[in-house]
């Protein structure tokens, strides 16, 4: 399994975005003839305007890689060392010299248990005759020069990929990337760390898949495309918030804050099908709709 795992990690091609995010042979042409970022930032709002894309830089504009000449996805990142743009991209590993990302993080996490489990079992092993060499019960011979230095290593790396597993089992729990965990992805409403997390559980069936007997087992199981992730945070209009909470009665006493519409790529991803805290479309949303229509038509005839 150790060695499986490890190379899953190292051949599986990272992911990259499909062609929709790419900008169209017109778009391109006059991207690259203006020269003023106000009218190249107004062509990208143009071809973002359909994709599942909710996510911006810190400056509130449209993501863009001008090496891979496409919209990036949510997650999406660009890597210097692999020239392309990574799907979900958590960071290139020099270990394995490829990229972790959304086709292989799984594959990358069971490479860290399964080393990590390896090294437990050579140290263990060995441990019986460290201590006899510790307390001169072994026999003087070339063999215990070995059984020292695979002891200390077995013992180094074990501790050194234990914080490294923890850490990425943390980054499980959070639903986050280590390029996310030091630079918060920048939403409508703001930077947010948390802004891709749906709980716990969610969180790791989104990277393991649904499947619990698969969750050992180096395969692909991972929920999504990777293009379109489900988000926990609000974005709706001021108005249409207050028309709704006038019209629809409260939930459940619990809830804190009314949770937002689902974005366009959540509706059929499985992570949040029985999700019971979304507002689905009913005929209080469609007066709710209806009321916000008329309220805009008596504004415009007064």
């Known amino acids: 399994m150790f060695v499986w795992s490890y190379w899953k990690t190292i051949f599986t091609s990272p992911a990259s975005p499909s062609n929709e995010f790419c900008l169209s042979k017109a778009d391109k042409e006059q991207y690259e003839k203006e020269e003023r970022p106000e009218s190249q930032q107004e062509i990208l709002r143009r071809a973002a305007k359909d994709l599942p894309i909710y996510t911006t830089t810190a400056s509130r504009a449209i993501r863009y890689c001008d090496r891979c000449q496409l919209i990036k996805p949510d997650r999406c990142h660009h890597c210097s060392a ?23 993080y799984k594959f990358f996490l ?84 948390n802004g891709f997390s749906l709980g716990c559980g969610k969180n790791l069936r989104e990277v393991f898949g649904d499947e619990k007997k698969y969750w050992l087992l180096p395969v692909f199981t991972s929920l999504g495309d990777g293009c379109s992730f489900p988000t926990r945070l609000v974005i709706m209009d001021p108005e249409q918030l207050t028309v709704s909470s006038q019209n629809e009665p409260a939930k459940s006493s619990g809830a804190s804050q009314p949770f937002p519409p689902r974005p366009l790529s959540e509706s059929q991803n499985r992570l949040l099908a029985s999700d019971g805290q979304w507002v689905e479309s009913g005929p209080e949303e469609e007066n709710v709709k209806s009321g916000t229509k008329k309220h805009i038509i008596v504004s415009l005839e007064s």
């Open 110 to 193: 069971l490479f860290l248990m399964y080393s990590l489990l390896y090294c437990l079992f050579v140290a263990a092993t060995v441990l019986q005759y460290f201590i006899k060499f510790w307390t001169n019960e072994l026999r003087d011979t070339h063999a215990k020069f070995h059984v020292l230095f695979l002891f200390f290593v077995a013992a180094m790396f074990f501790i050194s990929i234990l914080s490294l597993f923890s850490y990425h089992c943390w980054l499980v729990g959070k639903n986050r990337s280590t390029i996310e965990t030091f630079r918060a992805p920048t939403f409508r409403n703001g930077p947010d760390k």
């Open 82 to 104: 692999c020239d392309i743009c990574v799907l979900k991209m958590d960071h290139h590993c020099p270990w394995v010299n490829n990229c972790v990302g959304f086709s292989n």
